[in-house]
């Protein structure tokens, strides 16, 4: 199944979740943010979302900025 | 020095500083620690996803522990962005609400667009966002972002990262005599002197990143930016001498040797 991850074209499994993409990505910084097709999605719902086709996935984290 | 209060908390130190251009992390650590700020800025971005997964993130190296972390809305031009920006850094910060909303209008001179600045602090506020604002030095503005709520306003000395310094000094005069909140000034400082005069003019604050970061020793010019607030905090308390056209002898001249000369 294809999803975006980042703007860029992802393959990932179906019945997959936010903590599996996580996880495939090897991330583990605690302080981040998910948007899936541009609506946050609380860290409450990373294990019981279900990724969906063409879904648009953005991973957002804070780095140096004035 | 008495303490800054921001959004219910007491700050000792007066001066805020960015995150942004540092040569690594480590630096980034060792000039925060040297300019002793409690409250630091952050942009919020997309993860750069393929890094090395042992690589440390900037929050591991700023701990939201021990320091304020105030997310930025650098790099939106609109209200709309501003406000998704306000929420994800919400969000990656475990529910805090505190930020720096900047609206930009230009990309040469980075000027604030004050109509969407307006728009999205009105709905950031209802939304129970406590706003640090990044304007321009125009006093009737910085007025209205008092009045609808904002906690601190921050107008400019100069364009960020231009190290130009004060360039209006009576409109940051005026917005510190009007305001009933506190008055940070936030971009602009090219050096140590420019922060004490900032203070001296009675500014509750500093904000800065590029001064500190483009020295050409970052970790020292952090030294200098926070003996500079200190300097300029206390020499505005201390109230300043009233400037005279003539010298004014500072020896006696009662039992001068040669005051039949």
């Given at each position: 199944m294809n999803i975006f991850v980042n703007q860029k074209k992802t393959v990932a499994s179906k019945e997959s979740t936010i903590i599996n993409i996580l996880e495939n990505l090897d991330?583990?910084?605690?302080y981040l943010a998910v948007e899936i097709n541009e609506a946050i999605l609380p860290k409450s719902e990373y294990d019981k979302y279900i990724i969906q086709e063409n879904d648009k996935i953005e991973i957002i984290n804070a780095i140096g900025g004035g | 020095m008495s303490k800054l209060v921001l959004d219910n908390k007491s700050y000792d130190s007066r001066l805020i500083v960015g995150t942004?251009?540092?040569?690594?992390l480590d630096e980034t650590k060792l000039a925060i620690e040297a300019t002793g700020a409690e409250m630091v800025t952050v942009a919020i971005r997309r993860m750069n996803i393929?890094?090395?997964?042992?690589k440390l993130n900037l929050l591991d190296f700023i701990s939201p522990e021990k320091y304020t972390i105030l997310p930025n809305t650098a790099g939106c031009y609109t209200a709309e962005d501003a406000i998704r920006t306000c929420n994800l850094a919400a969000e990656i910060l475990g529910g805090k609400k505190l930020v720096k909303l900047e609206v930009l209008?230009?990309?040469?001179?980075?000027?604030?667009?004050l109509t969407e600045t307006l728009k999205a602090a009105e709905i950031l506020i209802k939304d129970d966002f406590k706003i640090m604002v990044y304007t321009t030095d125009d006093p009737l503005i910085a007025k209205e972002l008092e009045n609808i709520g904002c906690i601190s306003v921050m107008p400019l000395?100069?364009?960020?990262?231009?190290?130009?310094?004060?360039?209006?000094k009576y409109n940051i005069l005026s917005i510190v005599e009007n305001a009933n909140v506190p008055i940070i000034v936030d971009?602009?400082?090219?050096?140590a002197s420019d922060a004490t005069i900032v203070m001296e003019m009675g500014c509750d604050g500093v904000l800065m990143n590029t001064a500190i970061a483009c020295a050409d020793n970052p970790v020292l010019m952090a030294s200098a930016m926070k003996k500079a607030v200190e300097a300029g905090y206390e020499a505005f308390h201390a109230g300043r001498i009233i400037k005279k056209k003539y010298a004014s002898a500072s020896s006696p001249t009662r039992g001068n040797l040669f005051d039949n000369k």
């Open positions: 991330i583990e910084n605690k | 942004g251009k540092y040569k690594d393929g890094q090395d997964k042992n209008g230009d990309k040469k001179t980075l000027y604030p667009n000395a100069a364009p960020i990262g231009s190290g130009l310094g004060i360039q209006n971009a602009g400082v090219g050096t």
